[in-house]
């Protein structure tokens, strides 16, 4: 199975921050992987597939990187409507699996 | 407007029995791949189980597998979970979610199964 990590694992930021979060595979996944951003008692919302393709719809301050093993989402100007937990998602196979999250919250 | 609803949550004692399900609309659904994924409370994302098109291809999760059943039928539009031999570590809110080449695009809201005595 392919384990997924994502560093930091909560990070305090301020508004017009660039915020940089990493996601690491075990193994090589290619691009087939997602960020959803969740706020509390709301359901996840995608925000980047394939690695770097920007959901329609979501801001151009968020933006996907990487292949393999390693990624990145990145918030170029953090807004206040961005304080939320993000998880990413390896679709290479199954069994798919989650990142454990980053919890963005407010300095 | 896509859209899937879930149904069919609710409480259940441990051991119990709980069909879910999700009723889609506006894609082609039989079309599409569909995916379970739960949230514990407090907890993060687990992917749960999935289901090809055409239901010939299935998976389930290690956690799961063996108690759980994932089905489809395309003639209604709508995704099942049949949950058997439920644990207190099962409670958590379902979420049904669209499959395909990129998945995961749009959700359910969600329906909460409570495992408890």
């Known amino acids: 199975d392919i384990q997924m990590t994502q560093s930091p694992s909560a990070m305090s930021a301020s508004v017009g921050d660039r915020v940089t979060i990493t996601c690491r595979a075990s193994?090589?996944?290619?691009?087939?992987l997602a960020w959803f951003q969740q706020k509390p008692g709301k359901v996840p919302k995608r925000l980047i597939y394939?690695?770097?393709s920007l959901q329609s719809g979501v801001p151009s301050r968020f933006s996907g990187s990487g292949s393999g093993t390693e990624f990145t989402l990145t918030i170029s100007s953090l807004q206040p409507e961005d304080f939320a937990t993000y998880y990413c998602?390896?679709?290479?196979?199954?069994?798919?699996?989650f990142g454990p999250g980053t919890k963005v919250d407010i300095k | 407007e896509v859209q899937l609803v879930e149904s069919g949550g609710g409480l259940v004692k441990p051991g119990g029995s709980l069909r879910l399900s999700c009723a889609a609309s506006?894609?082609?659904?039989?079309?599409?791949?569909m995916n379970w994924v739960r949230q514990a409370p407090g907890k993060g994302l687990e992917w749960v189980s999935s289901?090809?098109?055409?239901?010939?291809?299935?998976y389930y999760a290690d956690s799961v597998k063996g108690r759980f059943t994932i089905s489809r039928d395309n003639a209604k539009n709508s995704l099942y979970l049949q949950m058997n031999s439920l644990r207190a570590e099962d409670t958590a809110v379902y979420y049904c979610?669209?499959?395909?080449?990129?998945?995961?695009?749009?959700w359910g809201q969600g329906t909460l199964v409570t495992v408890s005595s």
């Open positions: 979610a669209r499959g395909g080449s990129f998945p995961f695009d749009y």
């Open positions: 506006g894609f082609t659904f039989s079309s599409y791949s």
């Open positions: 289901i090809s098109s055409s239901s010939s291809y299935i």
């Open positions: 193994q090589g996944i290619s691009n087939y």
């Open positions: 394939a690695a770097s």
């Open positions: 998602l390896q679709h290479n196979s199954y069994p798919f699996t």
